[in-house]
């Protein structure tokens, strides 16, 4: 028989972080609904029979939602049925909620025509059904959102996993990647550009490739470079970063900077991860007027 899928009630003080937990537990594949209506929970839990396979699920309900009433609240989530319920109350002092709002110009849902404090007030009395009832308890005061997300993955057991890798190249003549997470400059190796028969080829052609490995710090460098980012991909993973971009330039984008990239790619492919490859400007025209640019004369 499979386990009931699991379902968690996100609520407590507005600025204290709602947002952010359910948009975590959605990153890792839970089913969420944010402001809820109180008459469709019931509903919503039961959609949980026509997935292929149970998934947890994670609803936001606060001041915000219609037919927010604290007790009865706390009553539909205990009597719900086939799952496994839970209530997650986010908590903050109301001085750093107050500097929150303030930080974000926005207005508490309950203090529109009044100073944020009034509303906060209002909403701790309202709201203290909810956090008398909750299974967890969070208070986010002192906490950043990576901190949050590290005790949402200690409490709920969520997987961030990899995040997403694409390696690129680039011509600095034609502007800097503004993609890149990581960037190295391959522009101390010799320029293909100015070698005649090399010229109308790409970093992708096995000629450019074998002259650019001639040069004696490519081995050196690109082994520094994969070291490199095999360590800090699942430190970056752990830091919550989806999508890692790992982006090689040279002058023009047609030569170092594609071939560094296209055996960046065949390195971490054998490392065992998935590599999505872009290069920017592989189809420019090759342009000596751009490869004499500061740095591309014998450094594309």
Known sequence: MAKAPQFLLVTGMSGAGKSLVLDTLEDWNWDVVDNLPFGLLQRFVSGAGFREEPVP?????????????PEKLVEKVRALKGVESEILYLDCAGTELIRRYD???RRHPMAMDRPAEDGIALERTLTAPLRQAADSIIDTTDMKPVELRDELKRRYGGSRGE???TVGSFGFARGASRTADLMFDMRFI???????ELRPL???????QAHVRKDPAWSKTLDTIEGLVIDLIPR???AGKHYLTVAFGCTGGRHRSVA???EMAERLGKAGLTVNV??????????????????GSGND
């Open 236 to 238: 970056y993973g752990a």
């Open 103 to 105: 930080e974000t110009r």
């Open 202 to 208: 790409t970093g992708l052609d096995e000629p450019v």
């Open 260 to 262: 560094a990239a296209a």
């Open 190 to 196: 010799d320029n293909p550009h100015w070698i005649d």
């Open 278 to 295: 872009r290069h920017r400007d592989l189809q420019s025209a090759p342009s000596d007027t751009i490869e004499s640019m500061p740095g």
């Open 57 to 69: 699920m994670a609803v936001g309900m606060d001041v915000r939602s219609r037919g927010f009433k």
């Open 163 to 165: 995040p997403v890798i």
